[in-house]
């Protein structure tokens, strides 16, 4: 499985500099190897709005965003259950300072390990670099 974090997946469905590369990528892995997280769903949707607070995204955006987002994790995305397992990791991952991370993307990476992923898709650097430390496979395919 290839898990694709919230920073990765965003230009996909929101135009960005980025977009037509992260179209190209995405498109070429067969849906059946394309993951996302329950908590993925919940940072993408806080983006979304966030874009609409900021004026980047009308409300008919946003529901034409989400609306292709929910189709996608329903048809072409394994999206994997956040489990206290996940969470207890997580904590374990933080408690490793020097990793410098966040909780949420403490989080996808515990996702990412405890469903031994092929590969974590991300264009967030500092998620990339703590994923290395912590031995997760992890990549920008050189959007970074």
Not at 13 to 36: G, R
Not at 84 to 102: K, N, P, V, Y
Request: net charge negative.
């Amino acid at each position: 499985m290839i898990y694709i974090d919230t920073s990765f997946l965003a230009p996909f469905y929101i135009q960005e500099a980025t977009s037509a590369s992260v179209e190209t990528i995405l498109l070429n892995i067969p849906t059946d190897k394309l993951a996302i997280s329950d908590w993925t769903t919940v940072e993408f949707t806080s983006l979304v709005s966030r874009r609409v607070r900021m004026n980047e995204l009308n409300l008919e955006q946003m529901e034409a965003v989400i609306h292709s987002f929910q189709e996608d994790s329903s048809q072409s995305y394994t999206v994997f259950t956040v489990t206290t397992a996940d969470f207890i990791l997580a904590s374990e991952f933080i408690q490793q300072w020097e990793t410098g991370l966040r909780a949420g993307d403490a989080l996808h990476l515990a996702i990412a390990r405890n469903h031994s992923i092929e590969n974590l898709l991300s264009l967030d650097r500092k998620l990339i670099d703590a994923a290395r430390q912590l031995n997760i496979p992890s990549d920008s395919c050189g959007l970074l």
